[in-house]
């Protein structure tokens, strides 16, 4: 009986792992898709930030 009893705690233990594992296949497709879609954002604002600090440190040098 007790053997039974051990068997129905390891078979609801892999229920809840299994769960657990769909849970986070889930979670990383959503993050993945939601950093997939910060990506060009983030290259675009890495070219402004290339193109404007050596703007500003130009101007500083330029000055009278």
């Not at 129905?8 to 769909?22: G, M, P, S």
């Amino acid at each position: 009986m007790a053997a039974d009893a051990l068997q129905v705690r390891l078979a609801r233990l892999e229920e809840i792992c299994e769960q657990i594992d769909k849970r986070l296949s889930a979670l990383e497709a959503r993050m993945d898709d939601r950093f997939g879609a910060l990506d060009p954002q983030i290259d675009s604002l890495s070219w402004r930030l290339v193109v404007l600090i050596p703007a500003i440190v130009g101007s500083w040098f330029l000055r009278p």
